[in-house]
């Protein structure tokens, strides 16, 4: 066990990823949802409005997709040389329709006769990207990864399950409740409305998803039924479920509220309760069923150069997200 003073580091980074995860999972879940969104919308000014409420932030929201991997590459080599070949396929589909959003949102700028090819382009990059995220922790979750003498020995499509395709599409709708209730406090007019009305078929998707994959995982992963359904863990975790439920019912009464941000906030505080729920299902493994955080660590040394590196790198990007958000605040009108 590696420790600094007092800390545990692996437990430290293992926080510390989930933290990053978590950022990531909201800040490009809502830039993925608008996207994902684009082709509901009711008329081609609307979807022009969705578009320019993502132009000041959206590539930065992916440096937290780049530091979540930096952390588990440095902190947990052991499960990063696992997870990979295990993942090459949705990874790469991944980057690709990431790749996609980046050449589409540029062009799509530049308008003319081709501006409906990139505005699909967008749609069909961020669709992939979502699915493919989600269809990688239903896998994760799921423990389909098989390894053998420390390496990945398992097939290209294994992570394809019935499992794992539910949760990719789940994800998918939860990133469109997202993109749908950022649209309602960035957006008014017609482009409020008709996110109001997106806002709430996505949340009854994302609810039915949630509770789908919420029944499924301890019926599939005897281990993780222990986990939730025993004493005292029961008592522990029971708060997150609650939690979700709580912001699942915020978010279905304030759609027609007059505070544009509580649909958006509520939405968010379900995701965290269902990433929590994620977590807590498969703590403290680095991937389930086959090791631990502390036996994926590196070692101590470059777990201490690592820590230091991610304490003084977090703090700048944090700030630098946050005067983006603050100097581009407000809503984004017809121009």
């Given at each position: 066990?590696?420790?600094?003073?007092?800390?545990?580091?692996?437990?430290?980074?293992?926080?510390?990823?989930?933290?990053?995860?978590?950022?990531?999972?909201?800040?490009?879940?809502?830039?993925?949802?608008?996207?994902?969104?684009?082709?509901?919308?009711?008329?081609?000014?609307?979807?022009?409005?969705?578009?320019?409420?993502?132009?000041?932030?959206?590539?930065?929201?992916?440096?937290?997709?780049?530091?979540?991997?930096?952390?588990?590459?440095?902190?947990?080599?052991?499960?990063?040389?696992?997870?990979?070949?295990?993942?090459?396929?949705?990874?790469?589909?991944?980057?690709?329709?990431?790749?996609?959003?980046?050449?589409?949102?540029?062009?799509?700028?530049?308008?003319?006769?081709?501006?409906?090819?990139?505005?699909?382009?967008?749609?069909?990059?961020?669709?992939?990207?979502?699915?493919?995220?989600?269809?990688?922790?239903?896998?994760?979750?799921?423990?389909?990864?098989?390894?053998?003498?420390?390496?990945?020995?398992?097939?290209?499509?294994?992570?394809?399950?019935?499992?794992?395709?539910?949760?990719?599409?789940?994800?998918?709708?939860?990133?469109?409740?997202?993109?749908?209730?950022?649209?309602?406090?960035?957006t008014e007019g017609t482009t409020q409305t008709s996110s109001r009305k997106l806002a709430l078929v996505t949340l009854f998707l994302t609810g039915a998803a949630?509770?789908?994959?919420?029944?499924?995982?301890?019926?599939?992963?005897?281990?993780?039924?222990?986990?939730?359904?025993?004493?005292?863990?029961?008592?522990?975790?029971?708060?997150?479920?609650?939690?979700?439920?709580?912001?699942?019912?915020?978010?279905?009464?304030?759609?027609?509220?007059?505070?544009?941000?509580?649909?958006?906030?509520?939405?968010?505080?379900?995701?965290?309760?269902?990433?929590?729920?994620?977590?807590?299902?498969?703590?403290?493994?680095?991937?389930?069923?086959?090791?631990?955080?502390?036996?994926?660590?590196?070692?101590?040394?470059?777990?201490?150069?690592?820590?230091?590196?991610?304490?003084?790198?977090?703090?700048?990007?944090?700030?630098?997200?946050?005067?983006?958000?603050?100097?581009?605040?407000?809503?984004?009108?017809?121009?």
């Amino acid at each position: 066990m590696s420790t600094l003073g007092n800390l545990d580091l692996p437990v430290v980074f293992a926080v510390s990823a989930a933290f990053v995860i978590a950022l990531y999972v909201i800040l490009d879940g809502f830039d993925l949802g608008v996207g994902i969104l684009l082709p509901f919308a009711s008329h081609p000014t609307d979807r022009d409005i969705m578009i320019r409420t993502l132009a000041p932030n959206w590539d930065g929201n992916e440096t937290w997709l780049v530091l979540g991997a930096m952390v588990l590459w440095t902190a947990f080599p052991g499960a990063f040389a696992i997870l990979i070949p295990a993942y090459y396929v949705p990874l790469a589909l991944m980057l690709f329709g990431l790749v996609l959003r980046g050449v589409s949102f540029g062009f799509r700028s530049q308008g003319g006769p081709l501006s409906v090819i990139w505005t699909t382009t967008f749609t069909g990059g961020s669709a992939v990207a979502a699915f493919c995220q989600g269809a990688i922790l239903g896998s994760f979750v799921g423990g389909t990864i098989q390894v053998a003498d420390g390496h990945f020995a398992g097939g290209p499509f294994d992570w394809i399950t019935p499992f794992s395709v539910a949760t990719g599409l789940g994800l998918a709708a939860g990133y469109g409740l997202l993109g749908a209730c950022w649209l309602i406090w960035k957006t008014e007019g017609t482009t409020q409305t008709s996110s109001r009305k997106l806002a709430l078929v996505t949340l009854f998707l994302t609810g039915a998803a949630i509770a789908l994959i919420s029944l499924w995982t301890p019926l599939s992963v005897p281990a993780i039924a222990d986990r939730w359904f025993t004493i005292p863990h029961l008592l522990s975790l029971a708060p997150l479920p609650l939690v979700a439920a709580a912001a699942w019912a915020g978010a279905l009464r304030s759609l027609s509220g007059p505070r544009d941000w509580v649909p958006f906030l509520c939405a968010i505080l379900l995701f965290l309760a269902s990433l929590g729920g994620l977590g807590a299902s498969v703590w403290p493994y680095a991937i389930p069923g086959v090791m631990n955080i502390w036996d994926a660590a590196s070692e101590p040394r470059t777990q201490a150069i690592s820590f230091f590196a991610i304490a003084g790198i977090v703090p700048i990007i944090l700030a630098y997200v946050g005067f983006s958000y603050w100097t581009f605040r407000g809503k984004i009108g017809a121009s």
